[in-house]
Structures are given as structure tokens and as C-alpha cells.
């Protein structure tokens, strides 16, 4: 079955560039169906969405954090990626990417059903 | 959008625990849940409101209706005691949201 697998330097420093990736086996990334997504959780928080990339590049941020964020997706090598840059303290948790099935038989979905582990990422000097 | 969840709800074991999800016509929406115990990834427990994914006891079962979706644990085990959380997808946005999630304890 579809397993994904983020990875990343688990230390930034503040005012940096945070860089993930997300590779994804058992599976196309190409499918027409699916969003692939990046969601995060500082330690002892809700989940926050980031956003989503599609197979065709397109891409949804999350307005608190679009100025911030880039997503891209590389099918030949099965991965998609995030940026985001100014990072604070604040950014500080763990970060997962998911599978966003849009339509499963015709119907509309739209839940997660394939979870990376999680990285976790701290931002300190 | 907004989807509201209460903090916390305990239990005694083996007693029926109710989490709900509040939102603004909700009921027209597709509400999904997830299962997340430390140190772990959320897992789908309930999706499209009241479907079960393989894999997940018949006592999780969900429901939707109104400004209100609930999830309803049967039977609570100790090994249910997680953080819940549901999850919509808001179309005319196109962005997914997120309830704050409620900490289930089985007392």
C-alpha cells in the first residue's frame, strides 16, 4: 500500500528557510485523484493545514501562511516538497505530509487516509 | 469555517463516550475524524460522516446533522484514550479545517 516518508534537517535556525520532502511509495503520485499535502502540530497543539499540490504543480495554501509557503512536486522521483521561509519559534513542531484523496468512486471525499510518520523540526540558533 | 470541539471528555471504561464537532451548517458538509495517540500520526476512525475505514471496531460510529457532527465511542477501552479530531473540507475555499481537537480519558 501507499506509504510516504518526510525528510529534512530537524534544526533550522530563526529568520532561515525550513526545506521538506515527502517521498511516497506503493503508489503513483501522478493519480488525477489526489491532493498531497504537508500539516503540522506544535507540541501540544491542533493540526494546522498547510496546504496541498497537485500532480499538475497547482497548488492551495492556507491563507495564514501562504506568503510564506511554496509547494512543489517532482513525479519522476515520487516527491513533493516544502518551503517556508522567516521561520520563528513559533514554527516550531512536527510536520506531516498526507494523502487528500478528492473523489473515491465518483464520490467526493476529501480525508486524509495516508499519514507520513511526522519530522519534527525545531527553530533555534 | 470554523469547527468547534470540546477540550476534554472523560469516561468510565466501558461506558459510551459522545465528541462533538460544531460548525455553521456542518451538516451539508462531509465531516471526517481521526485518532491521534502520542507520539503517533492522526488515524482515520470515521470518514463521510458515519463510514467506517477497515481496520476500525464497529464500536466507533459517527454521525451528522444540523450545526452538529458527533463522533460516539461504545464501550470505551483505556486503549481509547487519544486526541480526536474532526476535519471538513471547505470548498468555497478549497482549504481543509481542522476542530481543536478533544482529549478523550477513559477515568
Known amino acids: 500500500q501507499v506509504q510516504l516518508q518526510e525528510s529534512g534537517p530537524g534544526l533550522v535556525k530563526p529568520s532561515q528557510t525550513l526545506s521538506l520532502t515527502c517521498t511516497v511509495s506503493?503508489?503513483?503520485?501522478?493519480?488525477?485523484?489526489?491532493?498531497w499535502t504537508w500539516i503540522r502540530q506544535p507540541a501540544g497543539k491542533k493540526l494546522e493545514w498547510i496546504g496541498r499540490v497537485f500532480a499538475s504543480g497547482s497548488t492551495k495554501y492556507s491563507p495564514s501562511l501562504k506568503r510564506r509557503v511554496t509547494m512543489s512536486i517532482d513525479t519522476s522521483k515520487n516527491e513533493f516538497s516544502l518551503k517556508m521561509t522567516s521561520m520563528t519559534a513559533a514554527d516550531t513542531g512536527i510536520y506531516y505530509c498526507a494523502r487528500l484523496p478528492s473523489v473515491i468512486l465518483g464520490v467526493p471525499v476529501y480525508y486524509f487516509d495516508v499519514w507520513g510518520r511526522g519530522t519534527l523540526v525545531t527553530v533555534s540558533s | 469555517y470554523v469547527l468547534t470541539q470540546p477540550p476534554s471528555v472523560s469516561v468510565a471504561p466501558g461506558k459510551t463516550a459522545t465528541i462533538t464537532c460544531g460548525g455553521t451548517?456542518?451538516?451539508?458538509?462531509?465531516v471526517h475524524w481521526y485518532q491521534q495517540k502520542p507520539g503517533q500520526a492522526p488515524l482515520l476512525v470515521i470518514y463521510l460522516n458515519d463510514d467506517r475505514p477497515s481496520g476500525i471496531p464497529e464500536r466507533f460510529s459517527g454521525s451528522n446533522s444540523g450545526n452538529t457532527a458527533t463522533l460516539t465511542i461504545a464501550r470505551v477501552e483505556a486503549g481509547d484514550e487519544a486526541d480526536y479530531y474532526c476535519q471538513v473540507w471547505d470548498k468555497s475555499d478549497e482549504q481543509v479545517v481542522f476542530g481543536g481537537g478533544t482529549k478523550l480519558t477513559a477515568l
Open positions: 506503493g503508489g503513483s503520485i501522478s493519480n488525477s485523484k489526489d491532493y
Open positions: 451548517n456542518i451538516g451539508d458538509k462531509g
